[in-house]
């Protein structure tokens, strides 16, 4: 059976707060979309499908990629927190992946992000 949409935790919402506060053409209109926000896991690492069901769309259809942060994992091996956006300018995917492919040992935490 495939997980249900489910109302953002305390920890993603945070992580894609901290994502979204670099300005940036469409950060504005993201904001606005992470009020009607759901998600559901569909990677074990923490990757997250994405569905808004209200809120602007991005004033151009050609951002895919909003921001990017890095964070360390348990070992020492850096994980990276990728926010992409559908062709309809919503955000659809929070992808959580560590660069060496090995497991992550620790979710990722907003406090712990450096953003880009």
Known sequence: MEPEYRELDDREREILEALLEAEFPGGQEWREQLAS?????????GTLSLR?????PLPTKYLKLGTEGVC?????????ILLHADKDGFLSMLEIL????????KPP????????
Do not use: N, R
């Open 52 to 56: 808004c069901d209200s809120g602007p």
């Open 72 to 80: 360390k994992d348990g070992d020492g091996g850096m994980i990276a």
């Open 37 to 45: 926000m759901t998600v559901k896991q569909i990677i074990e690492d």
């Open 98 to 105: 560590k660069y060496d492919g090995t497991p992550i040992l």
């Open 109 to 116: 935490s907003a406090a712990e992000m450096e953003i880009f």
